[in-house]
């Protein structure tokens, strides 16, 4: 077998590329055997980490080295990290799932890659990211409480059932700390915006017969405003890059006092230049029809934050061969974000006899004496505000044996995600502010003039509440059922049973559609599944494992599912091992993606239908867009491989080189654009406002649509890692480099025709082809250094956004830490991520100039953290 090192220079970098390069857990006393423990993506108990399945393993020093915050920081700069993976970062007034984050691996999506802590599933957010992407909140694990990640780089649904396509991360919690550990830390950025503080104390003890482990961490950070970074100060891109003729005035069409058009024919408009307030000059779009508005300093790129968690994990030993073991956990965690004043889109109206009319003294204009509508931002009342309380409560209650050489473990949890969104400012209720214009308590057209009462009127508080529950009974037994020439034939056996509730419910307002300008969900749903699985470890030769592994699932709202898998690793030399597995996987529909009720979105989209008609609304622009959920809905389903090769050139140098391929059937998408542009002309699809103007099919109202098993998708690569060490006399040095290379990246969706188009390829928008991670590392005496460098690929623009044939560059990063631990029983710690203050590379498709969901607008952030133990 290869000999693994452990180079433990609390080395960040290298540490997210070592898979299967870990050291193997073994705990052996003198008259015991040998440990055996599980190891993730097998529940056969084993005597070391080394399996058939590529597995990268980051323990806390190897996280804490490379300074992030939190999870979503650490996944983030992960090679295998794709698109869909989402911090808190573009959080919004418009955003379904505010303060939370979560992975995605392999760019297959959040709701693809299977979150567990301890081996164990959580409960998903009660709020979904984007109306219908049910994730794991990744916030509420803090950094303090980690022992280990392990990443599963396959898929693993034979193992733990939905969700594990793209592959599992799996957290796992401190669970024998013996002292005490304070650590502080205190960050900021060069910028503006973004300071950090956080303190966490580690305490515990660890006897014959029990172990305690307390864990209490704070963590608060301030907001970051688009505003604090002069790329995306301005929504008007095009005045910030005056040498693009590209560049685009994203400014919003919907101002203050806004833009005046005749109810009957809202594109007959003029900009609001009448009485004592008329629109700014700098804010009158270039063909002088529209009043337009920035919102963009008034916009959250990164919320403020602030949450406090505890840990616990106990165990207690009833008899040498019974264990009874406590999990509890749980936090608060509050955020603010901020969106500018409310936009209307011809929502509201004015009567044609209104005082207010604003041409009601001029019986020449065109205008006189006609019903209005407008586009109008409700700035009067405030930028909009949203809070955000949420709590997560996670209890395991269990028991653990042995019998003879036979392992069991008996386990009861029940997992609770409780949050309550508040708008408390800026809301204007749709109804009220009507009622305020017909009884002419406000004017639209002159805010100034408006007086505290009617502001009052029609501003509104909203409320939106949500909580999803996981209650699950699991059971599982290994050992072996046979004696081979090459060892035992180990057998794991088990079952579960799990119910699961989501519940997200907006007040009355929005139910009503009484709340303008911001978004809701609304999805109630519950399900129960029962789950038998059955692993075998066989040992064909002394140098080949062979693992079989299949899970049966039957759940209450779609049926049944059967998954095998099979996996192997072989060792023909001491330094040369080669691993493969096959096997299938599906994630059932989400309950938010069944459950999901009448929901208002606002997407950007291309009225296709009326731009070929009349040339009209030919450029993106938000529409309202009308989704609910489909419970007649089927899960997907995937096929996937891996074939790996490990080798040890010295021993010193390793290198392991992974091929995946997965392909993924029925995926469950909304593609709002394509019903747009192929239903656009049918009323029961696309709801429009006539014009009078012949073969104009008029301005769109709403757009109706849902979630559908609409597509597939294929995808191929490479992962590489190398690792090498040096001992010298200038200290102990390390160097890792870890790449992840897409191969093929194809996702179809039905076409126009009937046929099937492809909708993204590897190099699209959001999916570069290449990203890697380099690292040099090196330790002597009291100091340790680090250096990291991030490489995240070139991509295509956004050819949704009509940005195609744009390309958006390559980003390169550097992180570094220097540690000192001079200090009796201190250390201390002074590092940068970031270091050389790189902006995000510019993208025209948005507003803020750059991709948020694949880059970071954080800039330079330099931190000192000290800890100290006893």
Request: glycine share 10%; hydrophobic share 35%.
């Amino acid at each position: 077998m290869i000999h693994k090192h452990a180079f433990r220079l609390a080395v960040p970098a290298m540490a997210v590329g070592m898979a299967l390069s870990a050291q193997p857990v073994v705990a052996q006393d003198e008259g015991k055997s040998i440990e055996k423990i599980q190891v993730t993506g097998s529940h056969i108990r084993r005597t070391d980490m080394e399996g058939p399945s590529p597995i990268t393993s980051l323990d806390a020093g190897d996280i804490a080295d490379t300074g992030v915050t939190d999870l979503i920081g650490l996944f983030a700069k992960l090679p295998i990290s794709g698109q869909g993976t989402f911090s808190t970062q573009g959080n919004s007034s418009d955003d379904t799932a505010n303060g939370g984050s979560s992975v995605s691996l392999r760019g297959l999506g959040a709701d693809s890659t299977l979150i567990l802590v301890n081996g164990r599933r959580v409960s998903v957010s009660p709020f979904a990211k984007g109306i219908d992407t049910a994730f794991v909140d990744i916030n509420n694990i803090p950094l303090a409480a980690i022992k280990r990640v392990d990443i599963l780089k396959d898929g693993a649904s034979a193992t733990y059932g939905s969700d594990a396509i793209a592959g599992v991360i799996n957290i796992i919690l401190k669970d024998d700390f013996d002292g005490f550990e304070v650590s502080a830390k205190y960050g900021d950025t060069a910028d503006g915006g973004g300071e950090e503080q956080n303190i966490s104390l580690v305490f515990g003890n660890t006897g014959e017969k029990s172990s305690h482990t307390f864990i209490l961490d704070y963590f608060d950070r301030e907001e970051i405003m688009y505003s604090d970074r002069d790329y995306s100060r301005s929504a008007n891109q095009a005045a910030l890059r005056p040498n693009d003729p590209d560049a685009v005035d994203f400014r919003s069409s919907s101002g203050i006092p806004g833009t005046i058009a005749l109810r009957a024919d809202p594109t007959n408009r003029i900009i609001d230049e009448f009485g004592q307030d008329s629109c700014p000059a700098d804010q009158i779009d270039r063909v002088n029809t529209l009043c337009r508005y920035d919102y963009a300093p008034h916009m959250t790129m990164i919320p403020d934050a602030e949450r406090f968690s505890f840990n616990y994990m106990g165990r207690y030993e009833i008899n040498p061969d019974l264990s009874a073991f406590v999990e509890l956990n749980g936090q608060n965690s509050k955020s603010i974000v901020r969106g500018a004043g409310s936009p209307s889109f011809n929502e509201l109206f004015m009567a044609g006899d209104n005082a207010f009319h604003p041409f009601a003294d001029d019986p020449t204009h065109p205008f006189f004496g006609e019903d209005l509508t407008m586009r109008r931002r409700t700035v009067d009342i405030g930028n909009r505000e949203k809070r955000v309380d949420s709590d997560y409560y996670r209890t395991i209650l269990g028991f653990e044996g042995q019998w003879d050489r036979w392992t069991w473990e008996l386990a009861y949890n029940y997992i609770k995600s409780e949050s309550v969104e508040r708008g408390v400012d800026g809301f204007p209720n749709s109804r009220r502010t009507q009622e305020a214009i017909d009884s002419e308590l406000w004017n639209p057209f002159e805010p100034s003039q408006n007086s505290q009462e009617a502001l009052d009127f029609i501003e509104t508080t909203t409320t939106r509440v949500g909580k999803s529950t996981n209650r699950a009974l699991n059971f599982v037994t290994s050992g072996p059922v046979a004696r081979l020439d090459a060892g035992d034939m180990m057998l794991a056996v088990g079952a579960t049973y799990r119910e699961e509730t989501i519940s997200d419910n907006p007040d009355d307002q929005f139910l009503r559609g009484e709340v303008f300008g911001t978004e809701a969900t609304q999805a109630n749903g519950s399900r129960d599944s029962t789950a038998l699985f059955a692993e075998l470890g066989v040992p064909l030769m002394p140098d080949l494992e062979v693992q079989l592994a299949v899970r049966y699932e039957d759940y209450s709202d779609f049926g049944t599912t059967t998954d095998p898998k099979v996996s192997f690793l072989w060792t023909p030399t001491d330094t040369l091992s080669i691993r493969g597995s096959y096997g299938t996987a599906f994630r059932a529909p989400s309950l938010h993606q069944i459950g999901l009720g009448r929901t208002d979105e606002s997407p950007n989209l291309v009225d296709t239908v009326r731009c070929d008609a009349v040339g009209l609304a030919c450029d993106p622009m938000e529409y309202t867009a009308v989704f609910e959920g489909n419970p007649d809905l089927e899960p997907e389903e995937s096929s996937s491989y891996n074939l790996g090769v490990i080798y040890e050139f010295t021993e010193n140098l390793d290198i392991s080189l992974d091929y995946y391929s997965y392909d993924i059937e029925n995926i469950i998408d909304a593609d709002t654009q394509f019903v747009f542009s192929t239903f656009g002309g049918d009323p029961d699809v696309v709801e429009r406002l006539p014009t009078g103007i012949e073969g104009d099919p008029g301005e769109v109202v709403r757009v109706f649509d849902s979630f559908q098993n609409l597509g597939d998708l294929e995808t191929s690569g490479l992962d590489m890692d190398v690792n090498y060490s040096l001992e010298s006399s200038y200290g102990q040095f390390g160097f890792g480099f870890i790449m992840n290379y897409v191969l093929e990246y194809e996702e179809f969706r039905p076409g126009a025709d009937g046929g099937v188009r492809l909708n993204a390829e590897a190099g699209d928008f959001e999916q570069p082809e290449v990203r890697w991670t380099a690292s040099m590392d090196w330790a002597q005496d009291d100091l340790a250094a680090s250096l990291m460098v991030n490489y995240v690929g070139e991509f295509s623009g956004d050819a949704d956004a009509g940005f195609g044939d744009k390309t958006v560059d390559a980003w390169t990063t550097v992180d570094a830490t220097v540690t000192y631990m001079g200090l009796e029983d201190t250390t201390l710690t002074f590092g940068a991520t970031n270091l050389f203050n790189e902006e995000p590379p510019y993208s025209h498709h948005d507003f803020y100039g750059f991709v948020n969901t694949v880059h970071s607008g954080q800039g330079r952030f330099m931190y000192v953290q000290a800890n100290y133990r006893f």
